[in-house]
Every structure is written in structure tokens, then in C-alpha cells.
């Protein structure tokens, strides 16, 4: 409230407390969504450190170890100061001396909390080399130190001198972290050269070839982790345009060189909304959901540092193959699909599985002998489309001699190939066969005349075997 110079309020009794209540009322209202707006989101760092016996190695005339805690300390210290902002150390390689070393030699020694930086810097202070170097397990043992913790970003800046030495993936324990949504991609600070081949998909990869190098990959790595990130959902809508379709895989390329970016598996959350992605903010973007058959959105734009919605109708039905009885011999039973007109095969279904299709036209082609064709399927939402295949029979052609000769299915008037005979063997030949009219065609092969050609025409019916004797 502003009161003017030679300008006098005067206010009865009654009207004081109201007034006054009032005020107080919008001044805290007013703070309240003051303090919203300039509340940041909380921040979670996990340094995983490598307390390995290489790190033993010499950089400037000291130890990797003795540069890297001093670096690190001072980073600490500098963290301190950051609001927002919890931080937790791991070590691995500290505990058990190598050689022989232990690939569970990994410990959380200082969890999350608030102004635990003197401790993070007392335990760094006494850290000695010791062991091997269990990458993989660490990281994966990392999911549990975030545990509980989803009010947060969660965060992990990796700092080696060396490879995984355990036989693990810490690339593929990686991915699971990132998928699962447990962290986002995370840093990593290769105390040496020669091994960004291998670190570098495990996240962001930093060379550091001596002290004053790491010290500005850590601090890129720092930036990068407090600025504010791109972030996405996608909803994928069925025909009645609700974002209700989920668990399908899909992956963002970067373009125009479509190079991988990251896969995920859709997910909604609890409440039943799309699950959020971040993203390393890229100009263009390519997705593919891995539908059947697949889906592409190009040219993606994604406004940089803020929230993005991406909504993308995927409406869904399902193609079932099956057999009207049992198939002999414990035969499976395959088919093609394609789109109506198409000769692309965009899936192979096997008999009795229910596999998911977009809606749509298609083609199914029946590996059984003679192949069956299913043409103009029309797939629609929430479908389960049966393709039901009749019942085969089964034919014994029984011989003495090799012959050669062709089998034929009659079809409108005409003979169709289906089959060549087996001209080396002396043994009965079995085949399964749909139901319908045959006839083979062949000739001795010890016989050197057309003359001696012979047909023999037959019925194949369902469930029954018939015998030819050639």
C-alpha cells in the first residue's frame, strides 16, 4: 500500500481487522506463488569413483588418485554452495586388495542427504587404492542408491582410469537405468585416452589425459547437469484419440544423420499418464515406434528446455493363426503378412499366438503345402482377426526305385506345381498336405522313355493319410 504525501486515511474501528486481514491475505499469496515460480527442481549427483589399484598411475609427477580427490573435494566444496542439490558418493576397487581383487568390491559410502559434503571430503581425504575395476556392478548397484528418491533428477557422473575387468556390460546396465527412468544419461570422466570406444555408450563421455583436462571435464559435466533439460512425453491415442496405448518400443534418431539416439519401452506411469523422457536437446529428431508394421514421424522439432507433448494415433487390432485340428507330425504352422498389395513381408505369425497389427489391409500368405492365401484381411481396432487354416491330411508315397517326378494340386481346371519328388531316395516320402485333389506326375529314373511317365491322381482329406505307391 502506497500512501501519497498531503493525502490523509482515516478508518473506523470496524473496518481495520478486515482490511488488514485482507492484505495480509494477498501479500501471502502473492509470496506463496512467488516461492512456486522460483522453486527449482531438486538435483541428486552420485559420483562413482574409482578407488582401483591403477589409479596408482602417475599423472605430473603424483598420483591419479591424490589429483583426482583434490579436484573432486574442490568440486564439493563448490556444490556446497548449490541449492536444490543433494550429492552421495560410491567407491569401488577400496575395500579388497588386487591382484585378486573382488568384482563385488563396490560400496555407497556416503548416501544422500542434506550437508553431507564434509563427509563425502573426509572419505575421499582417506581413500586408498586397492582392487579391481567392477563397472558394471557398480552402476547396477547404483539403482539402489536412488531408491525412493522420485522427487528428483537423478544424476551419476562416473570418474575411471580403466575398463570394466569383471565380465560385465556396463553399457546394457546403463541403458536399463536410463529406460527404467531410475537415472538420466549419465557423465562419464575417463582419467586417461583410448577409452571413449568403450565408455562412451554408457553416457556422455569425457577425455581427461591429465589434471588440468579433468578439471574442465568436470566441470562440463557440472553444467551440463544443472541446466535445464528438454523433456517429452509421447502419447500414443487409439481411435478415440485417449492416450491409452502403451508398451511399445520405440527409438529417436538424430537427424539428418539418423544416428541412434536412445530406446525406450512406452510406459505410463501409476496414474495412467505418459511417462516422461529427457532428452539431450537436439534440432531434429527422427521416431520410430516399432508397431507392426512400424511407424515414422520425421522432422520432430522439440522447443529447447522446456516441455514437449508429442501425440501419435496408434490404433491397434490383432492377427491369430491357427489350425481347425491338430497338425501332424507336432508340425508348426507359419504365415507371412504384408500389406494388401505389397510384397514386403512386415511379419511372420506362428500358429496359435495372437500378434498386434496396426489397422489396416492386409495380405496373408500360409506356409503350409500348398500355400494358402488370405487376401483383403481387413484389420480394425480392437479386432482379433482369426485366420483359421483347415485341418491337413497327410500323403505316403511308398517306393522301390528313385524316380523322378513333380506333384501337382488341380485348381480350376489347372495342374499347380507344389512339389518336386525326391529323385535320390528308395524310401517312403511323407507330406503334409491341405485338403483338396492331387495328382503326381513321374517316371522311373532307370526308365529312358517319355512313354514310361506315369500319373496317379488322389484326395487328400482332413485328418486322414492316404498311400501311393509309385
Known amino acids: 500500500m502506497i500512501f501519497r504525501a498531503g493525502f490523509s486515511v482515516r478508518f473506523t474501528h470496524c ?34 569413483f ?23 573435494i574442490r568440486v564439493v566444496d563448490s556444490l556446497q554452495q548449490v541449492p536444490d542439490t543433494e550429492l552421495a558418493l560410491r567407491l569401488y576397487g577400496h575395500q579388497f586388495p588386487y591382484p585378486p581383487g ?48 522420485t522427487d528428483s533428477r537423478n544424476m551419476i557422473i562416473l570418474i575411471t582410469d580403466g575398463l570394466e575387468e569383471c565380465g560385465g556390460d556396463p553399457c546394457a546396465v546403463s541403458r536399463d537405468l536410463q529406460a527404467a527412468g531410475i537415472i538420466m544419461k549419465p557423465f562419464v570422466i575417463g582419467l ?6 568403450e ?53 529417436f534418431y538424430e537427424q539428418p544423420d539418423n544416428t541412434n539416439l536412445s530406446s525406450f519401452v512406452h510406459t505410463l506411469t501409476s496414474s495412467g499418464v505418459a511417462d516422461t523422457l529427457y532428452l539431450d536437446h ?26 514437449n507433448t508429442l501425440v501419435v494415433p496408434v490404433v491397434q487390432g490383432k492377427i491369430k493363426l491357427s489350425a481347425a485340428g491338430s497338425m501332424p507330425f507336432g508340425r508348426e504352422l507359419y504365415g507371412l ?29 500360409v506356409l503350409s503345402l500348398p500355400r494358402l492365401m488370405f487376401e483383403g484381411v481387413v484389420l480394425e481396432e480392437n479386432q482379433v482377426k482369426n485366420i483359421t487354416v483347415p485341418q491337413p491330411g497327410v500323403l505316403v508315397m511308398q517306393r522301390r526305385h528313385p524316380v523322378f517326378g513333380d506333384l501337382f494340386v488341380e485348381h480350376n481346371g489347372s495342374l499347380v506345381w507344389i512339389y518336386s519328388l525326391d529323385s535320390e531316395s528308395v524310401t ?11 495328382r503326381v506326375i513321374y517316371r522311373a529314373a532307370r526308365a529312358r522313355k517319355v512313354a514310361y511317365t506315369r500319373e496317379i491322381s488322389f484326395t487328400i482329406t482332413s485328418g486322414k493319410s492316404i498311400k501311393v505307391k509309385l
Open 15 to 48: 473496518f481495520v481487522f478486515p482490511l488488514l486481514l485482507l492484505v495480509f491475505l494477498l501479500v501471502s499469496a502473492q509470496l506463496q506463488a512467488q516461492n512456486l515460480a522460483e522453486k527449482k527442481e531438486l538435483k541428486r549427483i552420485l559420483f562413482v
Open 50 to 72: 574409482d578407488a582401483s589399484q591403477s589409479m596408482w598411475g602417475k599423472w605430473e609427477g603424483k598420483s591419479k588418485m591424490e589429483l583426482a580427490k583434490t579436484l573432486l
Open 102 to 149: 573382488k568384482c563385488t568390491d563396490s560400496k555407497l559410502e556416503v548416501p544422500f542427504a542434506k550437508n553431507n559434503h564434509f563427509r563425502i571430503k573426509s572419505v575421499l581425504r582417506n581413500l586408498t587404492p586397492k582392487g579391481t575395476t567392477p563397472i558394471a556392478y557398480s552402476l547396477g548397484e547404483a539403482a539402489k542408491d536412488f531408491a525412493g528418491l
Open 192 to 197: 586417461g585416452t583410448g577409452m571413449s570406444g
Open 199 to 251: 565408455l562412451d555408450c554408457i553416457g556422455t563421455y569425457f577425455d581427461a589425459d591429465d589434471a588440468d583436462h579433468f578439471a574442465k571435464a568436470l566441470n562440463l559435466a557440472l553444467k551440463q547437469v544443472s541446466k535445464d533439460l528438454t523433456t517429452l512425453t509421447v502419447e500414443l491415442t487409439d481411435g478415440n484419440n485417449v492416450p491409452r496405448v502403451t508398451d511399445i518400443a520405440m527409438t
Open 282 to 307: 537436439h534440432p531434429t529428431y527422427r521416431l520410430e515406434l516399432h508397431t507392426r508394421p512400424s511407424l515414422h514421424l520425421d522432422n520432430i522439432k522439440l522447443l529447447e528446455k522446456q516441455h
Open 337 to 365: 503378412v504384408k500389406r494388401c498389395g505389397s510384397d514386403e513381408i512386415i511379419h511372420v505369425v506362428q500358429a496359435e499366438q495372437s500378434e498386434e497389427f496396426l489397422a489396416g489391409c492386409y495380405d496373408i500368405e
Open 428 to 438: 517312403t516320402e511323407s507330406l503334409v498336405l491341405l485338403p483338396g485333389n492331387y
